[in-house]
Each structure stands twice: as structure tokens, then as C-alpha cells.
């Protein structure tokens, strides 16, 4: 079943991570996984949708924890954040260089 999510997701948390698509590819490359640049517009535009290993490879590129949530599939649990933990979120993610600083303080393993 085709997630409409999915290439919205993707080009996003590509973006979100300073990636270009060249530089997408050659991560997959990385990871045994061929992908050219104009497959990658293809899933970021709908066209097609990659298969469910490379789409977790992804996940793992765009440091994409909760893989159900981001693209949709749990929205109907009740759990909600306020706006100023949401903003904590994404600056956490934005500065991955503090993460572990941040992990030791709230110690988190």
C-alpha cells in the first residue's frame, strides 16, 4: 500500500539534515544499496517509493527514531507535546554534537 507521506518524509528529513540527493546516493552506496540521484527525486516526488530496507536505511541516514510516527502510521495514540518540547526536540536533533552532553545530563543511555 503506497504511503502518500513517505516521499514527503524523505525530502524533508533530507533537507532537515543538510543533505544534497548526490550526497543521499552516495551514502546508500555506503551501504550496498545502488541508488542514482534521479531515484531519490523519484521517492522525494511520489513516483516511486523505496523498498523497506533501503527505506530504513534511510531512516537510519536521516536519524529517524520513531519510523511509524514520522511517516504517519500511529497517529492515533494519545501523546501530546507542548510547543516548547517540540522546539527542544528539533534543536536537539539540529546539534548532534551536544546529543551525548545532553544524554549525560538527563541521563539517558
Not at 32 to 46: L, M, P, V
Not at 53 to 65: A, F, K, P, Q, V
Not at 79 to 87: D, G, L, M, V
Request: a positive charge; hydrophobic letters at 35%; aromatic letters at 8%.
Amino acid at each position: 500500500m503506497k504511503n502518500e507521506n513517505i516521499a514527503k518524509v524523505l525530502k524533508a528529513y533530507r533537507r532537515r539534515n543538510n543533505l544534497t540527493v548526490h550526497q543521499v546516493s552516495i551514502l546508500l552506496e555506503n551501504q550496498n544499496i545502488k541508488a542514482a540521484d534521479k531515484t531519490i527525486y523519484g521517492w522525494e516526488s511520489g513516483q516511486t517509493q523505496p523498498n523497506a530496507d533501503t527505506l530504513l536505511t534511510l531512516c537510519d541516514i536521516y536519524n529517524i527514531h520513531n519510523i511509524l510516527g514520522t511517516f504517519g502510521y500511529n497517529r492515533d495514540l494519545n501523546f501530546n507535546i507542548t510547543k516548547h518540547e517540540e522546539e527542544l526536540v528539533k534543536q536537539y536533533r539540529r546539534n548532534p554534537k551536544l546529543q551525548k552532553a545532553v544524554d549525560k545530563l538527563l541521563d539517558i543511555e
